[in-house]
């Protein structure tokens, strides 16, 4: 899981996105929310996003990181795959020095939406 920050149109929103890893293998991000004070279930996504412009950020992070192995058991070894597994046993040691080398506090990447969904 880790944070990241999205600019539109070159205009920085200013909470961070948070990144994580889905049941899939595949990164998933949420936007910034408003949380309602004092508990009450009035919580809301701080910024609205065309559905291209999730499909962008989704791209983006699939370039990023590397897809793990999806949760479950696999069919063919009866291998289980929980949220407990060691990294190294969902995603090759490589791959990980690859996105550590990449993924540094000056790494950007740009999406255009233009042949999005």
């Not at 600019?7 to 899939?24: E, L, R």
């Not at 919580?43 to 989704?58: G, N, P, R």
């Not at 046993?89 to 740009?110: C, D, G």
Request: aromatic share 8%; charged share 20%.
């Amino acid at each position: 899981a880790g944070v990241f920050k999205v600019n539109f149109d070159n205009i920085a929103v200013f909470n961070t996105f948070t990144c994580s890893i889905q049941a899939t293998g595949h990164p998933g991000f949420c936007p910034p929310l408003f949380i309602s004070p004092l508990g009450e279930p009035a919580s809301f996504v701080a910024v609205q996003m065309t559905d291209k412009t999730q499909a962008a950020i989704l791209k983006a992070l699939k370039l990023t990181f590397p897809k793990l192995k999806p949760l479950g058991r696999n069919r063919e070894t009866g291998i289980e795959i929980t949220y407990d597994t060691p990294m190294h046993a969902r995603l090759e040691l490589e791959e990980v020095k690859k996105v550590r080398e990449l993924v540094t506090k000056s790494y950007s990447i740009t999406t255009p939406l233009a042949g999005l969904g």
